[in-house]
């Protein structure tokens, strides 16, 4: 009955996970808010690789839903090599390259001096105001950059250099930050939420690794069932969460994405406060 109930918890857990994955909304922030009131019962370090490795499911959503844009080989009559998603792969890497330094050598030093409830509180509203500002500045504007290809080197790194804030800072939110920086430098909604899956891709299945070699390759037969069951459950709402939001940024800004933030890291701010 025991193992029923952490199994319940972890379909939970992984719901939340692949809702906020994916929307910029911190998934952080939520995670550490649900965990004030259902609690794994696993142990710390468990519970820290938990946390990131349940990102596996919210990966291979976005690799289903966009294997023919990540996918550089064709297997028709003969093999083709499409060079273009392969140049698409090197810019993602690119990308990568602020946030896999600074999280390589101060992982551990930024999760002690960060990951807690007020500093979470202050991404989540600070990044908020950022994303209503910037959606009042391009009110009327145009986007430079509307499709993938016109993606440079260079913007890439840009947008892997905003990705670093959620790497420092918990709560900034991967997706927020990636997104409200390639916004600022002129790429259109579209455009920008589809870099920020892709480069999801590399960045979460680097992270996953470092924690799970911390944590070691020795579980229990709960912790399995609970790793296994809250990827399961990412997997299927990210699924549903990434084609709402590609439909909706179609006809919609992400100021109601800023005015959330802003509302939950009040809202957590004035729990941990009383």
């Known amino acids: 009955m025991e193992n029923i ?5 972890a379909i939970l857990f992984g ?3 692949g809702i906020t994955e994916w929307l910029p909304i911190s998934s952080t922030g939520h995670m550490i808010l649900l965990n004030e009131f259902v609690t794994l019962d696993v142990s710390p370090e468990f519970w ?3 946390l990131v490795v349940i ?6 959503a976005v690799v289903i839903l966009f294997w023919n844009k990540i996918f550089p080989f064709k297997f028709k009559a003969k093999p083709v090599i499409q060079k273009d998603i392969f140049i698409l792969w090197f810019k993602i890497l690119a990308a990568c390259v602020p946030a896999a330094v600074i999280g390589l050598a101060f992982d551990d030093v930024l999760d002690a001096l960060f990951y807690n409830p007020w500093c979470v509180s202050i991404a989540l509203i600070v990044f908020g105001i950022a994303f209503i500002l ?3 500045r391009n009110k009327n504007a145009s986007p430079k950059i509307t499709e993938l290809n016109q993606i440079t080197y260079q913007t890439a790194f840009m947008i892997g250099v905003f990705q670093l804030l959620a790497a420092v800072f918990p709560g900034t939110s991967r997706s927020g930050a990636t997104i409200v920086g390639a916004l600022l430098i002129g790429v259109s909604r579209t455009v920008a939420a589809e870099f920020t899956f892709f480069l999801a891709i590399p960045v979460m299945l680097g992270a996953s690794l470092l924690k799970i070699v911390k944590f070691g390759f020795e579980f229990t037969g709960t912790e399995m069932a609970v790793l296994v069951t809250g990827m399961v459950s990412a997997f299927i709402v990210s699924i ?3 084609r709402f939001l590609m439909g909706y940024i179609k006809r919609h800004d992400f100021k109601v994405f800023g005015w959330y933030r802003i ?5 957590v701010l004035l729990y941990f406060a009383l």
Not at 55 to 60: D, R
């Open 15 to 17: 719901i939340i996970e």
């Open 55 to 60: 990102q596996l499911g919210a990966i291979l």
């Open 48 to 50: 820290d690789m938990f």
């Open 240 to 242: 549903i969460v990434i």
């Open 263 to 267: 509302v939950l890291g009040a809202a």
């Open 134 to 136: 910037i959606e009042n």
């Open 5 to 9: 109930t952490e199994i319940l918890k």
